[in-house]
């Protein structure tokens, strides 16, 4: 592991799938929240990926536009790309291990076929700081295909923020006689959002 990671919560399966019998290839990930150190990020997403394969699981004809077309040296790229991404035996087994080792849901969305380009890994852009969770490398793995995960927290709110932000909504709720029916959960999701649209937090003043 990069880094001990501790999930509190997960997301919910969003799995949408297509019909007539077509070979899938699926995008794989989770939202949980983070703890590092004293610090907890809320709705953090772990991208998780196939590290290697020693055969591929999917038709490269199928799976990739023009593939006996194309050069080796534009071919391989894609092939790689394609090895990433998850068939859904192999979703479905990520799902159960990560629910009974974490506590963590999988979320998968399905990747256009076929793929004209690389469009898996750092898809936030080059200037996105991101780390990596050696999923594979972890005492009790027994899958039996390598996963690696990777995240970033760069637009990822952390506590004390996450609990001043929402002390304030509660005072202001109740200051402007508001009947409060939300939750913490309700109120961090919108202080997140805000954090991630406008880059707005709430810091307590030292000295009150």
């Known amino acids: 592991m990069a880094r001990r990671f501790q999930v509190i919560q997960g997301g919910k399966d969003r799995e949408k799938k297509p019909g007539n019998g077509t070979p899938r290839l699926l995008r794989a990930y989770s939202i949980g929240d983070f703890t590092r150190g004293e610090m907890v990020y809320s709705e953090v997403r772990f991208n998780w990926y196939c590290l290697e394969r020693s055969h591929p699981h999917i038709d490269y004809s ?9 050069s080796e040296r534009d071919r391989r790229p ?3 790309t394609v090895d990433r991404f ?7 087994m990520l799902r159960h291990y990560l629910e009974q080792t974490f506590g963590l849901g999988l979320e998968v969305e399905d990747v256009p076929l076929p793929i004209q380009g690389r469009s898996h890994l750092f898809e936030e852009g080059s200037s996105v700081i991101y780390d990596f969770l050696e ?3 972890r005492q009790g ?3 039996p295909f390598k996963v690696w995960g990777y995240y970033t927290l760069t637009h990822s709110l952390g506590s004390p923020s996450m609990r001043n932000g929402i002390e304030l909504l509660r005072k202001a709720l109740d200051a402007l006689e508001i009947a409060d029916a939300f939750s913490d959960e309700d109120l961090g999701q919108v202080l997140s959002r805000i954090y991630r649209e406008d880059g707005l937090l709430v810091k307590r003043r030292e000295n009150p």
């Open 62 to 70: 199928i799976a990739i536009a023009d593939h006996a077309m194309l």
């Open 78 to 80: 894609l092939e790689r």
């Open 86 to 92: 998850l068939s859904e035996a192999e979703s479905a």
């Open 135 to 137: 999923l594979s490398e």
């Open 141 to 143: 793995y027994d899958l």
